[in-house]
């Protein structure tokens, strides 16, 4: 709901991916530890909402993929995009 107030797009999970191939410190830069990033576009799995992350923790890094009840705490970080500027409207 907030991202749709801001007029965000949902992510999917290369996108999530590639924050975690691009900034494999992130949770060390913002002091976070551990740290997920959690794509905002979820899958079914097994009957089951879930979600796809990158996880940190201390000098580990990997993809995970989790129930998305379990995402909200203090070191969940939704990730969405700004609409590029070919979809804007005037």
Excluded at 4 to 17: C, G, H, I, N
Excluded at 22 to 36: D, K, R, S, T
Excluded at 63 to 82: E, P, Q, V, Y
Excluded at 84 to 90: D, F, G, I, T, Y
Aim: charge should be negative; hydrophobic fraction near 35%; aromatic fraction near 12%.
């Amino acid at each position: 709901a907030w991202g749709k107030q801001e007029e965000l797009t949902q992510t999917v999970p290369s996108e999530a991916f590639s924050v975690g191939k691009q900034c494999p410190n992130l949770h060390e830069a913002l002091n976070i530890n551990p740290m997920y990033v959690v794509a905002t576009t979820s899958c079914t799995f097994e009957g089951v909402q879930q979600a796809c992350c990158v996880w940190w923790g201390g000098s580990e890094r990997k993809a995970d993929l989790g129930w998305t009840g379990c995402f909200g705490g203090a070191d969940d970080w939704f990730l969405f995009r700004k609409p590029s500027a070919s979809k804007l409207q005037p």
